[in-house]
């Protein structure tokens, strides 16, 4: 098994930043994309940012030049430095690893979630 540990939710005011940290442990053999979700209240879940294995990255066009998803093979972590802060990225974020070697896809795992509030 997988598990996905996140980290730097929090309350800021708008114009404000926050890092989010995403830990996979456990049963890991490869990974492929990592990437960070969020879901506000009553709101469907969205793609946020995503990063492949070699550093390649995409992300929602409203984050764009606010958000930077990076990643740390050694260690297995996902970051979100989310600087410029709205109140529109009040969300929860949930960390998304997709477990495999390229094309041979071993699953998917996720993180318990981390409140990030943006008051206005």
């Known amino acids: 098994q997988v598990q996905l540990v996140e980290f730097g939710g929090g309350l800021v005011q708008p114009g404000g930043s926050l890092r989010l940290s995403c830990a996979a442990s456990g049963r890991i053999f490869s990974i492929n994309g990592m990437a960070w979700y969020r879901q506000a209240p009553g709101k469907q879940r969205e793609l946020v940012a995503a990063v492949t294995s ?3 990255t995409r992300y ?3 984050v764009k030049g606010r958000f930077t998803i990076s990643r740390d093979n050694a260690k297995n972590t996902v ?3 989310m600087n410029s802060l709205k109140p529109e990225d009040t969300a929860v974020y949930y960390c998304n690893v997709d477990l495999g070697y390229r094309d041979y896809n071993m699953g998917t795992a996720w993180g318990q979630g981390t409140q990030v509030t943006v008051s206005s």
């Open 54 to 56: 070699d550093g390649n």
């Open 79 to 81: 970051y979100l430095q």
């Open 60 to 62: 929602l066009d409203s």
